[in-house]
């Protein structure tokens, strides 16, 4: 045997066994409208495993390549992920596993400690296969729960099995639920045997992963997908809600005023077939013998509403939970929402009152997939009858809606009676889309674009997060062109929907707190307190740090502008849905804005600009009783916002301290005394 044959048998015992244990899978990203919006390649050699991944939704979304190295139990010794956030920040991250030791590294954090049991490491950036990882490890795991590291825990629960087919082909799956990560569970589709790997991840009305080849079983594994998360949703709904028998009395309590934007002294307020039948002083007592709550020492608020979210199933624990009893959903699967706002009539869903906007977007290579895609005006017309016959009294046009249709396709809207809103298209600036029909503006950096963009900028991209964030610091509020704005505004009854704690993102350097949840993150579980501390956009240099937190303060310091002149604002949010209103009205009164004032555009604002104002928005007798329960006074201190004892919505009593605890949250007030109770102690009170 000559000296290369024996290099050759060498390398080939070497190669061997790693060549049995390679292999490559690749994933296909659709988006709920069908559209192709990425791919993930895995491809494994042994305990090696190295992913490209790659995501583009709405001109934005990540790009990553993960090199992963196993332990024996399946949990991950080194990790290695670099690429582009979302927004086109650097990501950088490592963690690496070794004699009980743990250490991890990104751009947000530096971090180490001894463990005593193997665990999980979780990324605060990662591909889909992290997940497909822990399904494996998981399986293999004690009682299916593993340590997620640098803390946290994650349980996995096989829901349902079946077979999958293509051809001649077919694949056993198993749809697999994982607690631990967020607020909500996780849902995967799962291969069978003794190693389960990901086979696909279905997010509803959003997007869909799976793996190549398999794409027309997706219609029956989020059929299936879809009935086991509406069983879970379903429990929740009949757990966290308590009926009103009969009528329900609240004592002594002030009363926020929402018209007025001013608290009256206590009152008592009676409640009966969900509506408010008699408001009385506590010196003309009610007399009632049935079930109350002594509101003594508290604030008696109407419901909240968010006039700016993307709502899904879950989302409505979070809304309520926080006082939110009316959403405006600004786009979504259309679907999505008509199943939302059908299982929540039906009692399925535990969710606030929902006002749907008709979302019209034009067809670009930035589109996003939500709502219907339009290239035409009798398709953009079409579009606009289709949300007037389903209910919808609202259009949003979004970023690449061609600008030459806006005046045609707003004067057909008006023509029905509905208001036309939304992003300012591409080559367009806001003043013009005012000029061709808007109604309303979303989003603080559309309004600043006014100033800092031309009709060759092309806000379809992400220009539209990073012009504001470099120049919006040098506009002057007090030059003429912002004062011609500003009155056009006023002069039009424009409204406005900044959305400031959504667009804290813009000055977030990794490693910081982002202040919208500064206040709140201790409440909330480990993973999330994590992302609030990893940024998204590309910030190189303390000098560019600097100057997007200058034009993030100038974007505050405009809504308080805007409001003093008389600008109708509503609060709207675009971020972590419930918890995200009360940050939107902290950052209100940081603008200026009394907190009084900014309660009052979270009720009576919301309701006027939604033409609900006729049963919610306001404490009046025969209106809707969409009350919530405050132990404090916000109107002088807005933080006192989050300390929500009740909600009243629907003719239910609901506790956001029992959602919390069922989502993982650590309640901002204790235990409220509950109906049943507080009516045997008024019992013995009377005796």
């Given at each position: 045997m000559?000296?290369?044959?024996?290099?050759?048998?060498t390398?080939?015992?070497?190669w061997?066994?790693?060549?049995?244990?390679?292999?490559?899978?690749e994933?296909?990203?659709?988006?709920?409208n069908?559209v192709?919006?990425?791919?993930?390649?895995?491809?494994?050699?042994g305990?090696?495993?190295?992913?490209?991944?790659?995501?583009?939704e709405?001109?934005?979304g990540?790009?990553?390549?993960?090199?992963i190295?196993?332990?024996?139990?399946?949990?991950?010794?080194?990790y290695?992920?670099?690429?582009?956030?979302?927004?086109?920040?650097?990501?950088?991250?490592r963690?690496?596993?070794?004699?009980?030791l743990?250490?991890?590294?990104?751009?947000?954090?530096?971090?180490?400690?001894?463990?005593?049991?193997?665990?999980?490491f979780l990324?605060?950036?990662?591909?889909?296969?992290?997940?497909s990882?822990?399904?494996?490890a998981?399986?293999?795991s004690?009682?299916?729960?593993l340590?997620?590291?640098?803390?946290?825990?994650?349980?996995?629960e096989?829901?349902y099995?079946t077979i999958?087919?293509?051809d001649?082909?077919q694949?056993?799956?198993?749809?697999?639920?994982q607690?631990?990560?967020?607020?909500?569970?996780?849902f995967?589709?799962?291969?069978?045997g003794?190693?389960?790997?990901?086979?696909?991840?279905?997010?509803?009305?959003?997007?869909?992963?799976?793996?190549?080849?398999w794409?027309?079983?997706?219609?029956?594994?989020?059929e299936?997908?879809?009935l086991a998360?509406?069983k879970?949703?379903?429990q929740k709904?009949?757990e966290?809600q308590?009926?009103?028998?009969?009528?329900?009395?609240?004592?002594?309590?002030r009363?926020?005023?929402?018209?007025?934007?001013?608290?009256t002294?206590?009152h008592?307020?009676?409640?009966?077939?969900k509506?408010?039948v008699k408001i009385?002083?506590?010196?003309?007592?009610?007399?009632?013998?049935?079930?109350?709550?002594n509101g003594?020492?508290?604030?008696?608020?109407?419901?909240l509403?968010?006039?700016?979210?993307?709502?899904?199933?879950?989302s409505?624990?979070y809304h309520?939970?926080?006082?939110?009893?009316?959403?405006?959903?600004?786009?979504n699967?259309?679907?999505?929402v008509q199943?939302?706002?059908?299982?929540?009539?039906?009692n399925?869903?535990?969710?606030?009152?929902?006002?749907?906007?008709?979302?019209i977007?034009g067809k670009s290579?930035?589109?996003?997939?939500?709502?219907?895609m339009i290239?035409?005006?009798a398709?953009a017309k079409?579009?606009v009858?289709?949300?007037?016959?389903?209910?919808?009294?609202?259009i949003?046009?979004?970023?690449?809606?061609?600008?030459?249709?806006v005046k045609?396709?707003?004067?057909?809207a008006?023509?029905?009676?509905?208001?036309?809103?939304g992003h300012?298209?591409?080559?367009?600036?806001a003043?013009?889309?005012?000029?061709?029909?808007?109604?309303?503006?979303?989003?603080?950096n559309?309004?600043?674009?006014?100033?800092?963009a031309?009709?060759?900028t092309?806000t379809?991209?992400?220009?539209?997060?990073?012009?504001?964030?470099e120049?919006?610091?040098s506009?002057?509020?007090?030059s003429?062109?912002?004062?011609e704005?500003i009155?056009?505004?006023k002069?039009k009854k424009i409204?406005?929907?900044?959305?400031?704690?959504?667009?804290?993102?813009?000055?977030q350097?990794?490693?910081?707190?982002?202040?919208p949840?500064?206040?709140?993150?201790?409440?909330?579980?480990?993973?999330?307190?994590?992302?609030f501390?990893t940024?998204?956009m590309?910030i190189?240099?303390?000098?560019?740090?600097?100057?997007?937190?200058?034009?993030?303060?100038?974007?505050?310091e405009?809504?308080g502008?805007?409001h003093?002149?008389?600008?109708?604002?509503?609060?709207?949010t675009?971020?972590l849905?419930?918890?995200?209103?009360?940050?939107?009205?902290e950052?209100?009164?940081?603008?200026g804005?009394?907190?009084?004032?900014?309660?009052?555009?979270?009720?009576?604002?919301?309701a006027?600009v939604?033409k609900t104002?006729?049963?919610?928005?306001?404490?009046?007798?025969?209106?809707?009783?969409?009350?919530?329960i405050v132990?404090g006074?916000?109107?002088?201190?807005?933080?006192?916002?989050?300390?929500?004892?009740?909600?009243?919505?629907?003719?239910?009593?609901?506790?956001p301290?029992?959602?919390?605890i069922?989502?993982g949250?650590?309640?901002?007030?204790?235990?409220?005394?509950k109906?049943?109770?507080q009516s045997v102690?008024n019992?013995?009170?009377?005796?």
């Amino acid at each position: 045997m000559t000296s290369f044959q024996k290099v050759l048998l060498t390398l080939l015992f070497i190669w061997a066994p790693m060549l049995a244990n390679s292999s490559e899978v690749e994933y296909v990203i659709l988006l709920e409208n069908g559209v192709k919006a990425g791919h993930q390649t895995v491809k494994r050699h042994g305990n090696k495993v190295d992913v490209s991944f790659n995501f583009k939704e709405n001109g934005r979304g990540p790009t990553l390549e993960e090199r992963i190295i196993l332990a024996s139990d399946g949990t991950m010794k080194d990790y290695r992920v670099s690429g582009t956030s979302e927004m086109g920040g650097k990501v950088n991250e490592r963690f690496t596993a070794k004699n009980n030791l743990i250490a991890w590294h990104s751009n947000s954090e530096d971090g180490s400690k001894k463990i005593n049991q193997s665990g999980f490491f979780l990324p605060m950036n990662a591909s889909w296969e992290v997940n497909s990882l822990m399904i494996t490890a998981l399986s293999k795991s004690k009682n299916n729960y593993l340590p997620l590291l640098p803390s946290g825990g994650l349980k996995q629960e096989v829901i349902y099995e079946t077979i999958v087919k293509k051809d001649s082909k077919q694949q056993n799956v198993k749809l697999v639920m994982q607690v631990g990560m967020g607020l909500k569970p996780d849902f995967f589709w799962a291969t069978s045997g003794n190693n389960p790997r990901l086979f696909a991840a279905i997010i509803p009305g959003y997007s869909y992963l799976i793996e190549k080849g398999w794409e027309e079983s997706l219609a029956t594994l989020s059929e299936k997908q879809n009935l086991a998360n509406q069983k879970v949703l379903h429990q929740k709904s009949q757990e966290l809600q308590h009926p009103i028998n009969g009528a329900l009395l609240i004592k002594n309590i002030r009363l926020f005023d929402s018209e007025n934007a001013s608290l009256t002294e206590p009152h008592d307020i009676l409640i009966e077939n969900k509506r408010i039948v008699k408001i009385s002083s506590v010196n003309s007592p009610i007399e009632f013998g049935g079930d109350t709550i002594n509101g003594s020492g508290k604030t008696l608020l109407p419901g909240l509403f968010d006039m700016h979210t993307h709502i899904n199933k879950w989302s409505g624990l979070y809304h309520l939970s926080s006082g939110v009893t009316t959403v405006r959903d600004m786009g979504n699967s259309n679907t999505e929402v008509q199943e939302i706002i059908s299982e929540s009539i039906n009692n399925q869903l535990l969710f606030p009152h929902i006002i749907p906007a008709g979302f019209i977007e034009g067809k670009s290579e930035y589109s996003s997939s939500d709502g219907i895609m339009i290239e035409n005006l009798a398709q953009a017309k079409e579009s606009v009858d289709w949300y007037f016959e389903h209910g919808y009294r609202h259009i949003k046009i979004y970023s690449s809606f061609p600008k030459d249709l806006v005046k045609e396709t707003s004067t057909y809207a008006h023509e029905k009676g509905m208001t036309v809103g939304g992003h300012v298209p591409g080559f367009m600036k806001a003043n013009e889309a005012i000029d061709s029909g808007f109604n309303e503006l979303n989003h603080i950096n559309q309004v600043v674009l006014n100033f800092l963009a031309d009709n060759k900028t092309d806000t379809r991209t992400l220009e539209r997060f990073y012009l504001p964030a470099e120049q919006t610091g040098s506009i002057d509020l007090d030059s003429l062109e912002v004062r011609e704005f500003i009155k056009l505004l006023k002069d039009k009854k424009i409204t406005v929907d900044p959305t400031l704690s959504a667009f804290d993102f813009i000055k977030q350097q990794d490693g910081e707190m982002a202040d919208p949840f500064a206040g709140i993150a201790e409440h909330l579980p480990p993973d999330l307190q994590r992302s609030f501390k990893t940024g998204t956009m590309n910030i190189p240099d303390a000098v560019t740090a600097n100057r997007y937190k200058n034009s993030y303060n100038k974007m505050i310091e405009f809504v308080g502008l805007l409001h003093k002149n008389g600008v109708s604002l509503v609060a709207g949010t675009d971020t972590l849905a419930g918890f995200g209103l009360h940050s939107e009205l902290e950052l209100y009164v940081k603008a200026g804005i009394s907190p009084a004032e900014a309660l009052q555009i979270a009720t009576w604002n919301g309701a006027k600009v939604t033409k609900t104002l006729q049963d919610r928005g306001s404490i009046e007798i025969n209106k809707l009783a969409d009350l919530i329960i405050v132990d404090g006074d916000p109107t002088s201190n807005i933080e006192d916002i989050r300390k929500i004892s009740t909600v009243i919505t629907n003719g239910k009593v609901i506790y956001p301290h029992e959602i919390h605890i069922a989502l993982g949250v650590i309640p901002f007030v204790s235990g409220s005394i509950k109906i049943a109770e507080q009516s045997v102690v008024n019992r013995q009170l009377n005796k």
